[in-house]
């Protein structure tokens, strides 16, 4: 029987986000949903996460992170009010969500109470409040939370969290027989659904409706490196129809940038292995969403700055195509963007001269266009490719071209 395992707890408000959607999702697809509370922290613990993730990264990401949240729960018409201190200690609710007469009423209330209301979960009388507006036995589920079979209740989902491959909140497994999927991030309810609709790409929508050209610019950092601005980089045009914007392009040197901001350089190497091994899934899915050919290249990390300066060398106005097949070259075929043979052909492939644009290429002009273009991506405060800006508004990741098109048809 099919079925979604939503793995959460209240600290994150992205699961917050996810909890506010997931009851809708389980009506239209008529699939029940099994909430798991789990102690993030314990995940966290158990993979070498550090406790507070956002403590680890540079302040340009953190920076970002708060704006995007607060634009997530914006788009979703969602209140947001994070309590003083945050992140506060939720093991208490937690047990006491576990200990209630209604696992799933519970677990919204005590949301609310955390992200929509600023209520410290640490405070037993908030969390006890929290069960009784939602008319549940708050006194008794608080009483019952310090149980020693509700403490065990606790420990056990945070390990099987762990055995599912559970790496952050909020994570829903889809279990269907003997397949169990994992999905990441209440931006990620979509392929969810798709997922327990039984269907490995979605029902075409056909083309967007042309909109009139707005006159509005969105530029698009990118690295040649990163497969998902490849990702990105395909749906530009589809970007442009939407919005009746124009994207530029800003090819920055992506491990330049990375050096500056005391980021790995290669930062999926880095990452938890169950981490990793998601994130190498998830290119896969949106290459299936989007309908375009994805292989991981045999040469990684890739080796991209000639790549980069020949981009820059192009005209401006066959920059994109010369951009694509770059991408295609990198991320399909698996060519090897370091060498001039394959340079010189790929030029060609786009009906360009490749003479005048390799002879440019270690040009000091042409080095010192991709080093102002890196660091001006510092100064705005990017951090990682593919990022769009809209004016001074960013987006990080292909992910956001939604919020991105969200946003634009909002302000026309």
Avoid at 85 to 98: C, D, I, K, S
Avoid at 305 to 334: I, M, S
Avoid at 382 to 389: E, H, K, L
Wanted: proline share 7%.
């Amino acid at each position: 029987m099919r079925r979604v395992e939503l793995y959460y707890d209240f600290v994150c408000p992205y699961a917050y986000l996810a909890s506010r959607r997931i009851d809708a999702l389980a009506e239209r697809v008529g699939v029940a949903i099994e909430h798991v509370p789990m102690l993030l922290g314990g995940v966290f613990r158990a993979i070498g996460t550090p406790n507070i993730p956002m403590d680890a990264v540079n302040a340009s990401k953190a920076a970002y992170m708060r704006l995007e949240l607060e634009r997530s729960a914006r788009l979703a018409g969602v209140a947001l009010k994070k309590p003083k201190g945050h992140p506060r200690r939720t093991v208490l609710a937690l047990r006491a969500a576990l200990a209630s007469d209604d696992l799933p009423r519970a677990s919204h209330a005590l949301f609310a109470a955390y992200w929509a209301e600023g209520r410290d979960l640490e405070d037993p009388a908030e969390v006890l409040g929290a069960l009784e507006r939602a008319e549940l036995d708050g006194a008794g589920a608080v009483r019952r939370a310090s149980s020693d079979a509700i403490k065990r209740r606790l420990f056990e989902n945070t390990e099987r969290a762990v055995a599912r491959g559970v790496f952050g909140a909020p994570s829903l497994v889809v279990v269907d027989d003997d397949r169990a999927d994992l999905f990441w991030g209440h931006d990620r309810l979509d392929f969810v659904e798709r997922a327990l609709a039984r269907s490995d790409r979605p029902a075409p929508d056909g083309p967007p409706t042309p909109r009139p050209a707005t006159g509005r610019v969105i530029e698009l950092f990118l690295d040649y490196s990163s497969p998902f601005a490849y990702l990105a980089a395909t749906q530009l045009d589809a970007l442009e129809r939407r919005t009746g914007a124009t994207v530029v392009l800003k090819p920055l040197l992506l491990g330049g940038l990375f050096r500056d901001l005391g980021t790995p350089d290669v930062p999926l190497f880095e990452m938890p292995e169950s981490k990793r091994r998601y994130q190498l899934r998830e290119l896969a899915l949106w290459a299936d969403h989007y309908g375009v050919p994805f292989r991981f290249p045999t040469r990684f990390p890739l080796s991209s700055v000639k790549a980069l300066r020949l981009t820059l060398c192009c005209p401006g106005e066959r920059r994109r195509d010369l951009a694509l097949a770059l991408f295609r070259a990198a991320w399909v075929d698996d060519r090897d963007l370091s060498a001039d043979s394959e340079l010189t052909a790929i030029v060609r492939e786009v009906g360009l001269d490749p003479t005048p644009l390799l002879a440019d290429l270690a040009s000091p002009a042409v080095k010192a266009q991709l080093r102002a273009s890196t660091d001006e991506a510092r100064a705005r405060r990017i951090f990682g490719v593919p990022t769009f800006a809209a004016g001074d508004e960013l987006f990080w990741g292909q992910d956001k071209i939604g919020a991105l098109t969200a946003t634009l048809l909002k302000e026309a």
